[in-house]
């Protein structure tokens, strides 16, 4: 008979370790979040080989007092709540009260921190679990925890970590998403001894996008804003000529907290719909402001997920606001033909460190913390920091002297932000009141019309835009229930796949209210002997499968009404497909209609219909601009 043992703490903690700390980056995580909790303005996260050689997070917090720092390592204590039902008004990061007690199972960790309060700070040394050392130092205030080789006594765990490298990149990542959560945090990355990047904590968030992202990216970016009763959204949409192959660039954060959310993503995503082509996904950064009663955040170890009540109802809002967000905004994409321009701007922006909440000059005198912080690596401490790139030297060293406080040297509006800002409110180009400084130059290629407008050469594709056309007046008639259906004589007469046709009988009365008239013709084949009339003449019997198709393939989230028209839309864009020549006149009236729409710059199918060139551009292109 098998033995049933009672395992020691040090196992039931190394075991528990890893529903917490998987990788160097949820350490950074789990300390990161510490510090934001502990009211840091100011916090410098440092790795090494990717983070498994040694991890030091150092924030200018509250920090720890002396009798708390034993309590602070005990798995289930935290200072964050104290009993279950403060789980629904939960405003920190943590809660759980796991991750010191987690990475210190795991890892070799020393904690160095100070309250305002107390006149010496603590030096704290816990290895697997094991307390170590424990001695008064001097220290400035706030908390710096270091990390040091971590899952040392759990091999198999160790084995599974990637490269360095690989492990670096999740770290930036990770530290790139808290600092844009926290805009008024001063962040900064170091990784093998080189500043990575670092935010001011000025609070725009713009700005941090730039410094992270770069130009492209930060010049593309709308800022967003929308609020309903318990959501509140803000960030940043990006315009679709920033749209990524893959949902990495979807940044949510609710109630702070950096998440995933199929829910959201999805909302977000049928919102950027006619923006965005296949497989393409939005670049964008949304905090959620979410009423804590109508979300769970205790679903997921690392936090990483939560749960929202009444998702139909809240996937709706999202989407149609950010639809009309972007709606509301001029999207045509510039092209440029030469590159100066931009290049030129980037010049214009200089790297300003910011500081970190160790400065130098209490460093130097404080012989405690020199000898925990700097002694050579060979004796596993904390190696001598690598040389800095001048300009850092001098900002640093000055910080040293002037303030004592992180919050008073953070530089204020940078050049950064001045470059990287976004007209938002120009005139729209397309609207009825322009039109009649429009003038059609003529069409080339069989495709495009040239149209002159001010000091800019617009460029429309003529099928984009006819698709466009078509798109809108069905969907608008649809939404005024006012789609009319045409008889086909004789029905159409298709046949259906087991999962097709589950898929249509689940949804038959959405296809009747687009004007579909179906009925059963025997075994798995369907008569059509209607379909909507907007949409006669584009090869019905194809788009009325490809709905299927695309509806059997997807999970089709939102109220009735939203996946109404979701479907609708499906509907219009398989039929609109097909492309037709134009004469003048009618592309002169294409135009015409295009210039009434909400939305005149994509077709439904995301690419753009129209693009512009400026005077400019031009000019500089003959040289009669020399820049
Ligand atoms: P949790 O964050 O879930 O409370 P942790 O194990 O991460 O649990 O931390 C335990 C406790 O230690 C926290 O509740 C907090 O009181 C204290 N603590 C941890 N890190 C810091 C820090 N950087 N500054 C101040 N206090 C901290
Ligand atoms: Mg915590």
């Known amino acids: 008979m098998a033995v049933i043992n009672i395992l020691d703490h040090q196992t039931i903690d190394k075991i528990a370790a890893g529903e917490v700390v998987e990788r160097p980056a949820s350490v950074v995580k789990e300390l990161a979040e510490n510090a934001i909790d502990a009211g840091a303005d100011a916090v410098?996260?440092?790795?090494?080989?990717?983070?498994?050689?040694?991890?030091?997070?150092?924030?200018?917090?509250?920090?720890?007092?002396?009798?708390?720092?034993?309590?602070?390592?005990?798995?289930?204590?935290?200072?964050?709540?104290?009993?279950?039902?403060?789980?629904?008004?939960?405003?920190?990061?943590g809660f759980r009260g796991e991750a010191l007690a987690s990475i210190a199972a795991v890892s070799k960790v020393e904690l160095i921190s100070k309250t305002p309060e107390e006149l010496t700070g603590i030096r704290y040394v816990i290895e697997g679990g094991t307390e170590k050392e424990r001695e008064e130092i001097g220290a400035p205030e706030g908390t710096t925890v270091l990390v040091r080789s971590l899952f040392y006594n759990t091999p198999p765990r160790r084995k599974f970590l990637k490269q360095p490298q690989t492990e670096a990149s999740y770290v930036a990542e990770l530290t790139e998403h808290l600092a844009m959560s926290n805009p008024r945090v001063s962040f900064r990355f170091i990784a093998n001894g080189q500043t990575r990047f670092y935010t001011t904590g000025n609070g725009d968030l713009a700005e941090i996008v730039y410094r992270i992202y770069g130009r492209e990216i930060a010049d593309a970016l709308l800022p967003f804003q929308w609020q309903t009763d318990g959501i509140a959204i803000e960030g940043l949409l990006g315009r679709p000529v920033v749209n990524r192959a893959n949902r990495n660039y979807e940044i949510f954060y609710v109630n702070g907290r950096y998440i995933k959310s199929s829910l959201i993503s999805k909302a977000v995503e049928e919102g950027y719909r006619e923006y965005l082509m296949q497989h393409k996904f939005p670049f964008c950064i949304l905090h959620f402001g979410i009423d804590t009663k109508r979300i769970d955040v205790n679903v997921h170890p690392a936090k990483l997920e939560v749960r929202i009540a009444d998702g139909p109802a809240f996937y709706d809002a999202v989407q149609a606001a950010v639809r009309t967000a972007l709606s509301e905004t001029e999207m045509i994409p510039e092209i440029t033909l030469s590159q100066e321009k931009s290049q030129k701007a980037d010049e214009t922006v200089k790297e300003r460190p910011v500081p970190e909440p160790f400065e130098r000059r209490r460093l130097a005198k404080d012989s405690a913390d020199r000898a925990v912080l700097q002694q050579p690596e060979d004796g596993g401490r904390y190696p001598l920091p690598a040389p800095e790139p001048a300009e850092d030297r001098v900002m640093r060293e000055e910080y040293a002297y002037g303030a004592d406080s992180a919050a008073q040297a953070v530089p204020t509006q940078t050049k950064a932000a001045e470059t990287a800002q976004i007209e938002l409110f120009a005139d729209k180009i397309l609207s009825e009141q322009s039109r009649e400084r429009f003038k059609i130059i003529g069409q080339l290629f069989d495709t495009y019309w040239l149209v002159s407008f001010e000091d800019k050469l617009l460029i429309i594709d003529q099928h984009a835009a006819h698709e466009k056309v078509m798109y809108e007046r069905f969907m608008k008639r649809f939404r005024e229930h006012a789609v009319v259906s045409?008889?086909?004589?004789?029905?159409?007469?298709?046949?259906?796949?087991?999962?097709?046709?589950?898929?249509?009988?689940e949804h038959a009365e959405d296809f009747a209210a687009l004007g579909f008239t179906v009925e059963e013709f025997g075994g798995s084949e369907y008569a059509v002997r209607g379909v909507p009339m907007d949409l006669y003449g584009y090869g019905e019997k194809e788009f009325f499968r490809e709905i299927l198709e695309e509806l059997s393939g997807e999970t089709v989230t939102g109220t009735p009404e939203s996946i109404r028209i979701r479907i609708a839309t499906m509907a219009c864009k398989a039929a609109v497909k097909g492309n037709m020549r134009l004469t003048a006149e009618e592309a002169g009236r294409l135009i015409d209609e295009l210039l009434t729409l909400d939305n005149p710059y994509h077709c439904p199918h995301g690419r753009p219909t129209i693009v512009s060139m400026t005077k400019y551009e031009l000019e500089k292109k003959f040289k009669r601009i020399v820049t």
């Open 486 to 505: 045409q008889t086909l004589n004789p029905p159409m007469i298709v046949t259906l796949s087991g999962r097709e046709r589950e898929c249509y009988l």
């Open 44 to 93: 410098t996260v440092e790795i090494r080989d990717g983070g498994i050689s040694l991890i030091r997070v150092t924030d200018n917090g509250c920090g720890i007092e002396k009798g708390q720092i034993h309590n602070a390592f005990l798995r289930h204590a935290t200072s964050k709540i104290t009993s279950a039902e403060d789980l629904t008004e939960l405003v920190s990061l």
